[in-house]
Nanobody, 121 residues
Framework: QVQLVESGGGLVHTGDSLRLSCSTS????????LAWFRQAPEMERKFLGL???????LLADSVEGRFTISRDNTKSTMYLQMNSLKPEDTAVYYC???????????????WGQGTQVTVSS
């Protein structure tokens, strides 16, 4: 089994930066891609990007240029650095793990509990 725990969320102001962490534990995540999603109230969960199991990252067009993803396998942790935050970034942010590198939520069998990010104007 794989456990994922997000942390680092909070209340920030427009233009601020925030770094989220996704700590993993349990079975080895070798071969698993780690992804970030977010879900705003009454909206579908949306793909933000992923860190490939090997190396490299992929970002959704909607956040490229403001968000970056990194992965430290020695710490079993993935990060989401968010800059120039906007009120529309307000959502619950989730990390997820899958052997498949896709954007569909149903491809991810393992999820964290989420961390709330609120950006005030």
């Amino acid at each position: 089994q794989v456990q994922l725990v997000e942390s680092g969320g909070g209340l920030v102001h427009t233009g601020d930066s925030l770094r989220l962490s996704c700590s993993t534990s349990g079975r080895s995540l070798s071969g698993y891609n780690l992804a970030w999603f977010r879900q705003a109230p009454e909206m579908e969960r949306k793909f933000l990007g992923l860190a490939w199991s090997g190396s490299g990252t992929l970002l959704a067009d909607s956040v490229e240029g403001r968000f970056t993803i990194s992965r430290d396998n020695t710490k079993s942790t993935m990060y989401l650095q968010m800059n120039s935050l906007k009120p529309e970034d307000t959502a619950v942010y989730y990390c997820a793990a899958s052997r498949i590198g896709v954007r569909r939520t149903d491809a991810y069998p393992y999820w964290g509990q989420g961390t709330q990010v609120t950006v005030s104007s």
